[in-house]
């Protein structure tokens, strides 16, 4: 058992549908997968995870909220989100914690629209197109900046 505090993973809507939603965008890989990969990448630095997925921004504010007080970063995939909420932006800035921004595929690739993320104004990191990859890559990075914090 870690004797730091967790990592927070948050997912943002439709996440709950990888691996059947889209899946020539997203791919075959489930949430469960990605949880499982995050859970092994923490584990490897010494960090244990809170790992939630939700379609409510209210909800995801909340977790953020949740972080500042019992986590030691996070990791978000805003999801539909990104390019759409400041109430998540301000939440993030609030947590005064190490946070790194995750896609599964490359927003600047897409559409226009997807191009602009409020979140990254609040990011260390933003990682996009390494598909599940990137979320192993957003781990690795959230515990190296964490623990420098924690020094």
Same mark, same amino acid.
């Given at each position: 058992? +870690?004797?730091?505090?967790?990592? #927070?993973?948050?997912?943002?809507?439709?996440?709950?549908?990888?691996? $059947?939603?889209?899946?020539?965008?997203?791919?075959?890989?489930?949430?469960?997968?990605?949880?499982?990969?995050?859970?092994?990448?923490?584990?490897?630095?010494?960090?244990?995870? $809170?790992?939630?997925? +939700?379609?409510?921004?209210?909800?995801?504010?909340?977790?953020?909220?949740?972080?500042?007080?019992?986590?030691?970063?996070?990791?978000?995939?805003?999801?539909? #989100?990104?390019?759409?909420?400041?109430?998540?932006?301000?939440?993030?800035?609030?947590?005064?914690?190490?946070?790194?921004? $995750?896609?599964?595929?490359?927003?600047?690739?897409?559409?226009?629209?997807?191009?602009?993320?409020?979140? +990254?104004?609040?990011?260390?990191?933003?990682?996009?197109?390494?598909?599940?990859?990137? #979320?192993?890559?957003?781990?690795?990075?959230?515990?190296?900046?964490?623990?420098?914090?924690?020094?």
């Amino acid at each position: 058992m +870690s004797m730091t505090l967790p990592l #927070y993973v948050l997912n943002g809507p439709n996440l709950n549908l990888l691996g $059947v939603r889209e899946p020539e965008t997203y791919g075959t890989t489930t949430l469960a997968d990605i949880e499982a990969l995050c859970r092994k990448h923490a584990a490897s630095a010494d960090f244990d995870i $809170v790992f939630r997925q +939700s379609n409510h921004e209210g909800e995801l504010v909340d977790w953020i909220q949740e972080a500042r007080d019992h986590g030691s970063g996070i990791l978000l995939n805003p999801a539909g #989100y990104t390019t759409t909420s400041i109430a998540i932006l301000d939440a993030l800035i609030a947590s005064e914690l190490p946070v790194v921004e $995750v896609h599964l595929t490359n927003i600047h690739r897409r559409e226009e629209f997807r191009h602009h993320s409020f979140v +990254s104004k609040a990011a260390d990191a933003v990682i996009a197109g390494a598909g599940p990859q990137g #979320y192993a890559f957003g781990i690795a990075h959230l515990t190296e900046l964490a623990g420098r914090r924690a020094l």
